[in-house]
């Protein structure tokens, strides 16, 4: 019998400079490199590299791996990075999208007392996204919860899939804490879904970006999903390490993520070919 030949699936898997904090986004970079990550997502926040295009090429140059995507200023601490404004952390991260060759903004739904910005946001993203090939990944989020009470935090509506973006990214740490069901809101994103930020999580109320395997969301069957669909977009480990009790658990846990993502992925690819090749 003819053996099954394994394709190299067409997504690349990038490392979220995210997933090393508190270590600086120079280290991330790093660490991408070190284990084999096809690149990196950049985490615009208070590290100050972070915001600097400048500084962000040359590590890329320096250690030979490309920045695939931006994810915009949006979390509290990051109020105030690139300006107040929200339509100009835009702005700026499509910018730097742009001069570094990314091809992802990865943007949050505005938090409910934004009014202006929410207010506007749908449309005003379409319009941003005709001006540009880079693509607005808009993130599906959660409610905030704090023992039996539930607050609604974003505006219009922190599962993306009840309005019309252009493009999704999907999180499956975030699916976790809302407790959605991970493969419909895949479907319900269809070609639309852009990214993939992947991590897992156990359902609690708290956003916990697990290394995939670990909790009980279904990663392994959103990327044979992926894979088998042909999807092209970037899949990005955003997974937590602040527990990690040294530099070397932490790099454990990303290769694990790294190996997990790219067998799954790898998984659906060989099993169609396998399907392909004729008995003999």
């Not at 997504?11 to 970079?29: D, G, H, I, N, R």
């Not at 039996?148 to 973006?165: F, Q």
């Not at 530099?247 to 998984?267: G, K, S």
Request: charged fraction near 25%.
């Amino acid at each position: 019998m003819a053996q099954p030949v394994v394709r190299i699936p067409e997504a690349k898997v990038a490392l979220s400079t995210a997933s090393v904090y508190p270590e600086s986004t120079a280290t991330a970079f790093e660490i991408a490199a070190r284990l084999g990550y096809d690149g990196v997502e950049i985490m615009v926040w208070t590290d100050p590299v972070s915001q600097d295009v400048e500084a962000l090429r040359r590590l890329s140059d320096h250690h030979g791996v490309p920045i695939l995507a931006v994810h915009a200023p949006c979390l509290l601490i990051t109020q105030r990075v690139w300006s107040t404004d929200p339509w100009v952390k835009l702005q700026r991260a499509r910018s730097a999208a742009e001069r570094l060759g990314a091809s992802t903004v990865v943007v949050h739904p505005p938090f409910r007392w934004q009014r202006g910005y929410a207010r506007e946001f749908v449309n005003g993203l379409w319009r941003m996204a005709g001006e540009t090939d880079v693509r607005f990944g808009v993130e599906n989020m959660y409610p905030w919860r704090y023992r039996d009470r539930e607050m609604l935090a974003y505006a219009p509506d922190w599962d993306v899939t009840n309005h019309d973006y252009r493009h999704f990214t999907v999180d499956l740490s975030h699916t976790a804490t809302s407790r959605s069901d991970t493969l419909a809101m895949v479907d319900r994103m269809g070609d639309r879904l852009a990214h993939v930020h992947l991590a897992d999580g156990s359902g609690s109320g708290k956003d916990e970006h697990l290394v995939p395997g670990r909790g009980n969301q279904p990663c392994a069957e959103v990327l044979e999903k992926l894979a088998g669909s042909g999807f092209d977009g970037h899949v990005v480990v955003e997974v937590n390490t602040r527990r990690a009790l040294s530099a070397a658990e932490r790099e454990a846990d990303l290769a694990e993520a790294l190996a997990f993502t790219r067998r799954h992925l790898a998984a659906s690819r060989a099993a169609g070919d396998e399907r392909k090749v004729p008995r003999t």
